[in-house]
């Protein structure tokens, strides 16, 4: 772009007009009001999952946005939509959370700007590990061990599994045959390993140890009771802390003819069931051992990872002991942390404190493959922001977040965070971070110039504010006119959004009141389980900003966008705060006062009732005026440009006024009124009229457009009745 473009409401000096090569756009106002509607570039300024901070970037539809800013929270296991951004801040759920903001709008062309409300980075290494199948574990034997070596030093062993059995003797002997035997039908219940009860029922000829054991395994199915020395013994079917066993008289009086009671016995150990040992007791045994650099974690997946600590060269072999061979590890091959092949640092992965303060990585971060001749190494510092985001979470100190939840999953990562984490952003923190990004919509080397409409996620006095400067000042600067969509906060009652919409009169903001109920499916997955800002239906409220901006991306600029356009039919319904009453009085007053409200039409469609802007101002106070306008001045701002600093020789002077009259004679359409956009034109080269701005290069080009009215209204004259005397056409 060889030229600057400005626009001014009013034909500016001739000094100003000599300061600096510029194309200078007049939006002078017409005599009669004109309304516009705008074209379909939305930019979406907000938070999300993933992807480039402060940086317009254009997406392609629902997978590239995917791709570049994530979804809806993250995906742990099995479960989706986990730890979404922007929960819950100023009192509103999903207030500032960019996925639930452009959910079901598609308009021409979308550009997101992601806001950073990090709380600072948090330093990922490579290291040397290994990781086991899925646990839980069987095959497992008492004794069992892994032994570790790392750096080709002395090889550790971890602690040794224990496991015994629960076991219940009679107490003291008995003496068999029974001294009192049982009698026919009496009962005793016993229950092992917390399964469910069993009742034993005995009979009288059930007087010697082998006939009562013969009776109590036939009633399970499986071997629990055992000679123990001539004497009764049940035991457990599990072996390890978690076993029991647990006698209960049915008929009372029956243990005590074998001598045993009702209170519980256990097993004991260091696993709880020597056949399903779990990863977490494996990751005990590890590092409850002491051993030297070596560490231990179970993976989201539910694996054992073991790694070498603290080094980003170190190595760790794991010997080819039968526990490793049943936990499915690699043996007796040497591993190093800089070898492997490319893998991920994935956006949400969760990293803790000793004290269970839980944060998620904000970008993906790419880890390269290495290989012996061209291993990978280095750290990898990334952003982090709280995994419950509602503005509650506390800070870290320094060199104390060192758990890592969530491993690659082909190279093995260890965390630390050498300067401290923030707590939360305080709501002015989290403000100035959407101002940052607004700014970076403006530079006109970027591809935010062309964003025709803007949206913010998050809805605070200071957010509106940004959005409002950003809209003006982008058009002013040399981006196409732009026009910024806001709402009042949910749950204001009228009176209070008319008197919020005073703050911001321009006409390149468009104000909407009340909001939208619509159903969000990922919100429905979960149901209310999810905690704050989900529901059991996945109903919940948002802005009716969003849908006006969609609706004025998606019709022609010169279109009323609260005709019926058929767009809205993912809203459930309308907010109703107090005092909100659908009345032909109440819609006056919001279009008196610049609020574009939405409605629900005879038909019970959801429509938009006034195209009004914030601006009260005659001849600006309609959207397709503004929109209309800002599409014909930028289309001549463009068709301007290859003319620029160039001689003005007759031809090309000729040139230049050929293609301003080709463009506004399209827009009329003689030729074809079906495509008629426009009413009529004036347009005039008066150069030759400003001598002094022609002889200092300043071309001078007055045009005229008078747009095609809407049907907003209608007046039917009717006379019905019996007396009515009906004149001959």
Same mark, same amino acid.
């Given at each position: 772009?060889?030229?600057?473009?400005?626009?001014?409401?009013?034909v500016p000096s001739?000094?100003?007009?000599?300061?600096?090569?510029?194309?200078?756009?007049v939006?002078?106002?017409?005599?009669?009001?004109?309304?516009?509607?705008?074209?379909?570039?939305?930019?979406?300024?907000?938070?999300?999952?993933?992807?480039?901070?402060?940086?317009?970037?254009?997406?392609?539809?629902a997978?590239?946005?995917?791709?570049?800013?994530?979804?809806?929270?993250?995906?742990?296991?099995n479960?989706?939509?986990?730890?979404?951004?922007?929960?819950?801040?100023?009192?509103?759920?999903?207030?500032?959370?960019?996925?639930?903001?452009?959910?079901?709008?598609?308009?021409?062309?979308?550009?997101?700007?992601?806001?950073?409300?990090?709380?600072g980075?948090?330093?990922?290494?490579?290291?040397?590990?290994?990781?086991?199948n899925?646990?839980?574990?069987?095959?497992?034997?008492?004794?069992?061990?892994?032994?570790?070596?790392?750096?080709?030093?002395?090889?550790?062993?971890?602690?040794?599994?224990?496991?015994?059995?629960?076991?219940?003797?009679?107490?003291?002997?008995?003496?068999?045959?029974?001294?009192?035997?049982?009698?026919?039908?009496?009962r005793i219940?016993?229950?092992?390993?917390?399964?469910?009860?069993?009742?034993?029922?005995?009979?009288?000829?059930d007087?010697?140890?082998?006939e009562?054991i013969?009776r109590?395994?036939?009633?399970?199915?499986?071997?629990?009771?055992?000679?123990?020395?001539?004497?009764?013994?049940?035991?457990?079917?599990?072996?390890?802390?978690?076993?029991?066993?647990?006698?209960?008289d049915?008929d009372?009086?029956a243990?005590?003819?074998?001598?045993?009671?009702?209170?519980?016995?256990?097993?004991?150990?260091?696993?709880a069931?020597?056949?399903?040992?779990?990863?977490?007791?494996v990751?005990?045994?590890?590092?409850?051992?002491?051993?030297?650099?070596?560490?231990?974690?179970?993976? %989201?997946?539910?694996?054992?990872?073991?790694?070498?600590d603290?080094?980003t060269?170190g190595?760790?072999?794991?010997?080819?002991t039968?526990?490793?061979?049943?936990?499915?590890?690699?043996?007796?091959?040497?591993?190093t942390?800089d070898?492997?092949?490319?893998?991920?640092?994935?956006a949400?992965?969760?990293?803790?404190?000793?004290?269970?303060?839980?944060?998620?990585?904000?970008?993906?971060?790419?880890?390269?493959a290495?290989?012996?001749?061209?291993?990978?190494?280095?750290?990898?510092?990334i952003?982090?922001?709280?995994?419950?985001?509602?503005?509650?979470? %506390?800070?870290?100190?320094a060199?104390?977040?060192?758990?890592?939840?969530?491993?690659p999953?082909?190279?093995?990562?260890?965390?630390?965070?050498?300067?401290?984490?923030?707590a939360?952003?305080t709501?002015?923190?989290?403000d100035?971070?959407?101002?940052?990004a607004?700014?970076?919509?403006l530079?006109?080397?970027?591809?935010?110039?062309?964003?025709?409409?803007?949206?913010c996620?998050?809805?605070?006095?200071s957010?509106?504010?940004?959005?409002?400067r950003?809209?003006?000042?982008?058009?002013?600067?040399?981006?196409?006119g732009?026009?910024?969509?806001?709402r009042?906060?949910?749950?204001?009652?009228?009176?209070?959004?008319?008197?919020?919409?005073?703050?911001y009169?321009?006409?390149?903001?468009?104000?909407?009141?009340?909001?939208?109920?619509?159903?969000?499916?990922?919100?429905?997955?979960?149901?209310a389980?999810?905690?704050?800002?989900?529901?059991?239906?996945?109903?919940?409220?948002?802005g009716?900003?969003?849908?006006?901006?969609?609706?004025?991306?998606?019709?022609?600029?010169?279109?009323?966008?609260?005709?019926?356009?058929?767009?809205?039919?993912f809203v459930?319904?309308?907010?109703?705060?107090?005092g909100?009453f659908?009345?032909e009085?109440?819609?006056i007053?919001?279009k008196?006062?610049?609020?574009?409200?939405?409605?629900?039409?005879?038909?019970?469609?959801?429509?938009?009732?006034?195209?009004?802007?914030?601006?009260?101002?005659?001849?600006?106070?309609?959207?397709?005026?503004?929109?209309?306008?800002?599409?014909?001045?930028?289309?001549?701002?463009?068709?301007?440009l290859p003319?620029s600093?160039?001689l003005?020789?007759?031809?090309?002077?000729a040139?230049?006024?050929?293609a301003i009259?080709?463009?506004?004679a399209?827009?009329?359409?003689?030729?074809n009124?079906?495509?008629?956009?426009?009413?009529?034109?004036?347009?005039?080269?008066?150069?030759?009229e400003?001598?002094?701005?022609?002889?200092n290069g300043?071309?001078?080009?007055?045009i005229q457009?008078?747009?095609?009215?809407?049907?907003d209204?209608?007046?039917?004259?009717?006379?019905?009745?019996?007396?009515?005397?009906?004149?001959?056409?």
């Amino acid at each position: 772009m060889s030229n600057f473009i400005s626009r001014r409401r009013f034909v500016p000096s001739d000094a100003y007009l000599l300061q600096l090569e510029r194309i200078v756009l007049v939006d002078g106002v017409p005599v009669s009001p004109v309304t516009g509607v705008g074209t379909g570039t939305l930019l979406l300024v907000g938070e999300f999952e993933d992807g480039v901070f402060d940086t317009p970037t254009e997406v392609f539809g629902a997978e590239s946005e995917q791709s570049l800013f994530g979804g809806f929270g993250y995906t742990y296991g099995n479960t989706r939509y986990q730890n979404p951004c922007a929960r819950r801040h100023l009192g509103e759920n999903w207030n500032g959370n960019g996925f639930i903001k452009g959910k079901y709008l598609e308009p021409n062309r979308k550009i997101i700007t992601r806001v950073d409300t990090s709380v600072g980075e948090v330093q990922f290494s490579l290291v040397a590990g290994l990781v086991s199948n899925v646990g839980p574990f069987t095959g497992l034997a008492t004794s069992d061990i892994l032994t570790i070596d790392v750096d080709s030093q002395v090889p550790q062993n971890s602690t040794a599994i224990t496991a015994t059995k629960a076991q219940k003797d009679s107490s003291p002997a008995v003496t068999y045959p029974l001294t009192t035997p049982f009698v026919d039908g009496e009962r005793i219940g016993i229950t092992i390993d917390n399964l469910a009860e069993v009742i034993v029922t005995m009979q009288a000829a059930d007087d010697t140890l082998a006939e009562i054991i013969a009776r109590i395994n036939a009633a399970f199915g499986s071997t629990v009771a055992v000679d123990n020395s001539g004497q009764l013994r049940i035991e457990s079917i599990q072996q390890g802390s978690g076993a029991s066993v647990t006698l209960r008289d049915v008929d009372t009086g029956a243990l005590a003819k074998i001598n045993m009671n009702a209170t519980p016995a256990t097993g004991s150990g260091n696993v709880a069931n020597l056949v399903s040992v779990t990863a977490t007791e494996v990751v005990a045994l590890i590092t409850g051992a002491g051993l030297s650099d070596v560490s231990a974690s179970v993976t %989201s997946d539910g694996r054992v990872l073991v790694y070498r600590d603290g080094s980003t060269t170190g190595t760790i072999l794991i010997s080819a002991t039968s526990m490793a061979t049943a936990m499915g590890f690699t043996t007796n091959t040497t591993i190093t942390a800089d070898e492997g092949v490319a893998d991920t640092i994935a956006a949400g992965t969760r990293v803790r404190n000793s004290g269970g303060d839980e944060w998620v990585v904000m970008v993906t971060t790419a880890i390269p493959a290495g290989t012996a001749t061209a291993p990978s190494t280095g750290t990898y510092n990334i952003k982090v922001r709280p995994a419950t985001d509602d503005g509650t979470a %506390s800070g870290a100190s320094a060199n104390t977040v060192n758990v890592v939840v969530d491993q690659p999953t082909n190279r093995y990562i260890e965390c630390d965070n050498p300067q401290a984490l923030t707590a939360a952003l305080t709501d002015s923190q989290i403000d100035a971070k959407y101002q940052t990004a607004f700014d970076a919509t403006l530079p006109t080397n970027r591809i935010s110039r062309i964003a025709n409409h803007s949206l913010c996620a998050r809805r605070s006095d200071s957010t509106v504010q940004a959005g409002q400067r950003n809209a003006t000042s982008a058009s002013d600067e040399g981006c196409y006119g732009r026009k910024f969509h806001t709402r009042a906060p949910f749950g204001y009652t009228p009176t209070a959004a008319i008197t919020d919409v005073a703050s911001y009169r321009i006409d390149r903001v468009f104000y909407t009141y009340p909001g939208f109920n619509v159903t969000i499916p990922e919100i429905a997955e979960l149901g209310a389980a999810g905690g704050t800002g989900f529901t059991e239906t996945g109903e919940i409220l948002i802005g009716s900003d969003g849908p006006l901006a969609y609706i004025n991306c998606y019709l022609n600029p010169e279109e009323n966008p609260c005709q019926d356009t058929k767009l809205l039919d993912f809203v459930n319904s309308i907010e109703e705060p107090s005092g909100f009453f659908q009345t032909e009085s109440q819609y006056i007053a919001f279009k008196e006062a610049g609020i574009c409200a939405p409605k629900v039409d005879i038909d019970g469609n959801i429509v938009f009732q006034s195209e009004v802007t914030a601006e009260l101002t005659p001849g600006r106070k309609t959207q397709k005026r503004r929109k209309m306008a800002d599409y014909i001045q930028d289309s001549i701002a463009i068709a301007l440009l290859p003319f620029s600093k160039k001689l003005r020789t007759v031809k090309r002077s000729a040139g230049i006024d050929s293609a301003i009259e080709s463009f506004l004679a399209d827009l009329v359409s003689e030729d074809n009124p079906d495509f008629q956009r426009i009413q009529g034109y004036s347009f005039e080269n008066v150069t030759s009229e400003n001598p002094t701005l022609a002889q200092n290069g300043v071309s001078v080009r007055k045009i005229q457009v008078e747009m095609i009215p809407s049907e907003d209204s209608f007046l039917v004259l009717t006379e019905i009745g019996e007396t009515v005397e009906i004149s001959e056409v």
